[in-house]
């Protein structure tokens, strides 16, 4: 289902820029994209950052922006070292690798969690590793208790896979970017120590946890075994993440990254826009955080009967919009739509881009090439758009 909604999200959106991007009526058409965080573009200082990184053969681990990266990133994450890999459905899947070397292990991880769903089953095919779904609670944390009866049950039985490795995802990106709470990850951390058990934190938004929590990334990572970032999200990168752990781990990823075709050459250009990212993190994040706040307090006070949101699960930069009226594909068209009526009305043609996430929500995801200004520009969209449908 979510498949047949993103290639319907896709050919709209593909369908309306056929027709060109310039205008409506002659007014000019203002785009903006909360499909996700992913949409981001590199900004001058990242790309005058990118054109004068000094650079060298990261294969051999010679190049000294690379190195800088995760040097900065070990401290920063409070691990002994990080490696720099292209993607972090890749530094998953290495993480994932180093830990259950014995095929057919076991892997603990929750249904809907973004390794599980989004990353081609990966562990599965390549790693040889049985993944055992477990159900999210609404925050996108696991039952303890069902939890250590998963782990338990292969301990001494010939017939159950025995669990080695635990993945938890922070921020939860099926649960509309919510925030791992720091005394749940500590527990984990002790039930998994009880059982010879390894936790894997999948934090591609981990700098949008920390900043929602107010806390440095360490305070987090702490309670885990090894830890992926990405820095093609809200970091704004346009490509690379990291695994971080132990030393000896992080050489096991250096083993595995050759294997899977991650081994890089002058990989500097690529890692000084992540440094870029990197520096400004805290202070980009907390914006976006901000505007998605703004966006669902707006969107609350339109009080349609058509959608509505839980102002309590917008913790970070993304919001989870409930739509009650409309499939959630016809609303999404609509908001991608320019009509003369809205031009007539507001004076502008607007374009708001969103994801159909399920059968009844859209998601919306701020990011750093949404200002304050483009977030009210998607209210007032909203807000005709609700007009036009309402009762």
């Known amino acids: 289902m979510l498949r047949r909604l993103a290639r319907t999200a896709a050919q709209w959106h593909g369908a309306l820029w056929a027709r060109g991007s310039g205008s409506w009526a002659g007014v000019p058409a203002h785009v903006v994209d909360l499909r996700s965080d992913t949409v981001t573009k590199p900004g001058p200082a990242m790309r005058r950052a990118m054109a004068e990184a000094v650079v060298g053969d990261d294969d051999y681990?010679?190049?000294?922006?690379?190195?800088?990266?995760?040097?900065?990133?070990a401290e920063l994450l409070g691990v002994e070292q990080t490696l720099f890999v292209p993607t972090n459905t890749m530094a998953n899947l290495i993480s994932v690798m180093c830990h259950c070397r014995r095929r057919g292990s076991q892997l603990l991880l929750g249904q809907e969690c973004h390794l599980h769903v989004y990353e081609q089953g990966g562990v599965a095919q390549i790693a040889g590793v049985h993944s055992h779904p477990l159900p999210d609670l609404p925050h996108g944390t696991l039952d303890l208790a069902e939890l250590e009866r998963m782990v338990t049950r292969g301990l001494g039985s010939p017939y159950h896979p025995v669990c080695e490795l635990i993945c938890l995802e922070n921020t939860h990106s099926s649960s509309g970017g919510r925030v791992l709470p720091i005394n749940y990850l500590r527990q984990v951390r002790l039930l998994a120590r009880s059982y010879g058990v390894r936790?894997?934190?999948?934090?591609?938004?981990?700098?949008?946890?920390?900043?929602?929590?107010?806390?440095?990334?360490?305070?987090?990572?702490?309670?885990?075994?090894?830890?992926?970032?990405?820095?093609?999200?809200?970091?704004?990168?346009?490509?690379?993440?990291?695994?971080?752990?132990?030393?000896?781990?992080?050489?096991?990823?250096?083993?595995?990254?050759?294997?899977?075709?991650?081994?890089?050459?002058?990989?500097?250009?690529?890692?000084?826009?992540?440094?870029?990212?990197?520096?400004?993190?805290?202070?980009?994040?907390?914006?976006?955080?901000?505007?998605?706040?703004?966006?669902?307090?707006?969107l609350q006070e339109l009080a349609s009967p058509l959608c509505s949101v839980d102002l309590t699960a917008v913790e970070t930069n993304m919001v989870m919009v409930r739509v009650d009226g409309p499939p959630p594909e016809e609303l999404c068209r609509r908001l991608q739509?320019?009509?003369?009526?809205?031009?007539?009305?507001?004076?502008?043609?607007?374009?708001?881009?969103?994801?159909?996430?399920?059968?009844?929500?859209?998601?919306?995801v701020w990011h750093r090439d949404v200002s304050a200004q483009d977030t009210e520009l998607a209210l007032r969209k909203w807000g005709f758009v609700l007009r036009q449908l309402g009762p």
């Open 337 to 364: 739509a320019v009509s003369a009526d809205e031009v007539a009305q507001t004076g502008r043609a607007v374009r708001v881009l969103l994801f159909p996430w399920t059968e009844r929500s859209v998601r919306a």
């Open 199 to 298: 936790v894997h934190l999948d934090g591609a938004r981990l700098m949008n946890a920390s900043v929602a929590l107010h806390v440095p990334p360490a305070r987090i990572v702490e309670h885990c075994d090894s830890v992926s970032l990405c820095f093609s999200k809200g970091l704004g990168a346009p490509v690379g993440a990291l695994v971080g752990g132990p030393k000896d781990f992080i050489e096991e990823a250096w083993r595995l990254r050759k294997a899977l075709g991650g081994g890089m050459r002058q990989a500097g250009v690529l890692a000084a826009a992540a440094l870029v990212g990197l520096a400004d993190a805290e202070e980009v994040l907390l914006r976006d955080h901000r505007n998605a706040q703004r966006f669902a307090k707006g």
């Open 61 to 73: 681990g010679e190049d000294p922006t690379v190195r800088e990266l995760q040097e900065k990133a």
